[in-house]
């Protein structure tokens, strides 16, 4: 196959894949996440096919793993926000209507009326949705399942022909690349998951401790909020010790509340996951995968928490890419240079002993 059929095969597929995304743009984002969740199962696949495993059998249970893995991601989500939505509601109107801060013997009066029953409409909003949408959840995540499977069973092929119109010059910067979309999605899933669970484990017998009504809830919260970057399960923490000194008045409920789920909830998880498994990240600063979460949230939607922090740490790679090939090539510009000095030198040396040589014969 000569270069020019691969490239006319090449933006054959981009424009027919450009197609198909406009055409399947209402399933888009369930195959993205089928995209990226194989991604991340590739290697789970290749150890099984290299434990005696055939190509099927693999592709069969690396999508049981992504399936369960899966369910173990949205299940605490929908079970609190239509299972347990009733201790949610009552948990959001026991807040008062009114909240009176003391500070310096000076007391404020805060309305939370509007704030309380626009949180309440949102929940009850989120919960009728889940329900409405049900038959169409079970559609998508079907199709998740089979799109995850068929990757996972022909992903040899489909990388192979992603990399053959590359020039073989090029192929490093294309290897490179991928490798940095590996890391990426392995410290959102694998990452992130295991350090929902370990707050999950450790925020219920706390918050039961504590005395709360809904402890397995509030846990579940906190584990949903550890795939929110830098500030995670302290959006939970800080607002209930705020609550528990501004409104109900116990100071030493509100710095336990405070203190031990900032070091148990916020904080442990992430000093003990995330050092056994960081071998695998992204290697990407928090502030830019918070960049990236806020901005594929607020412009893609849910998708948006994956594909964000994605395309930042692509963006990132790539600039590093640039930037290693421009100080390679001044450091061969600088080497070069150096090189023609002493060549000047040595001949200019040389020059000088042949005319010692000449004046002494002489």
Known sequence: MTRNRKYVLAGVVVAIGVLTAAIL???????LFALTVAYVLLPVHGWLTRRGLS???????????????????????????????EELIAALEAVPETVTIGFAGESIAVESAEVQAWAVDQVQAIA????????????????????????????????????????????????????????????????????????????????????????FTLALIAAILQFVPIIGPSLLVVPLALYEIAVVGDVLAGVLVGVLGVILIAWGPDVTVRPRLAR????????????????????????????????VAVFVEAVTLLADEVNDREIEVIEAEIDQVEELREDGEELEIGATEDSTAT
């Open 25 to 31: 743009l209402e399933v888009l984002a369930t195959v």
């Open 280 to 311: 695998r990240s992204a290697r990407l600063p928090g502030s830019l995968y918070f960049v990236g979460f806020t901005g594929g949230l607020f412009t893609l939607g849910a998708i948006g928490i994956v594909v964000g922090p994605l395309i």
């Open 55 to 85: 190509e099927w059998t693999a592709a069969v249970v690396a999508t049981l793993v992504g399936f369960l893995g899966s369910l173990a991601v949205f299940s605490p989500i929908v079970y609190t926000l239509y299972v347990r939505r």
């Open 128 to 215: 009728v949705s889940f329900a409405t949408a049900a038959p169409e959840l079970a559609v998508k995540f079907a199709l998740f399942v089979l799109l995850l499977f068929g990757i996972l069973l022909k992903a040899e092929e489909a990388i192979r022909a992603a990399v053959a119109p590359v020039p073989h010059e090029y192929r490093d910067v294309v290897y490179a690349l991928g490798l940095r979309i590996r890391e990426t999605l392995y410290a959102i899933y694998v990452l992130q998951l295991a350090t929902s669970v370990v707050t999950l484990l450790v925020g219920y017998p706390l918050f039961w401790l504590l005395g709360y009504e809904a402890p």
